[in-house]
């Protein structure tokens, strides 16, 4: 994940750069940081990643890097009898 994707992913989950850091479990000076440039260890870029794919957050690395959100479906429900 480039800071640039996680830039895009924060913006589509619409996630606080506190809550990205809270559901990544790292401080919120380590996002900000990253969303810098600043190169960080692979396992923090990992968990900070991990984080926004449990949100429904993909990330593409194809031509250029890009993100894609994936919303979960609602149930549908039972017609009634």
Do not use: C, W
């Not at 559901?23 to 990643?49: D, S, W």
């Amino acid at each position: 994940m480039a800071p640039v994707q996680s830039r895009m992913a924060r913006a589509a989950t619409g996630f606080a750069i506190a809550e990205v850091a809270a559901r990544a479990k790292v401080a919120t000076a380590t996002i900000v940081r990253f969303e810098r440039g600043e190169e960080l260890k692979p396992r923090t870029v990992e968990a900070i990643q991990r984080a926004y794919e449990s949100a429904g957050i993909e990330f593409t690395n194809d031509d250029a890097p890009g993100v894609r959100v994936h919303v979960a479906e609602k149930p549908r429900r039972k017609p009634r009898s």
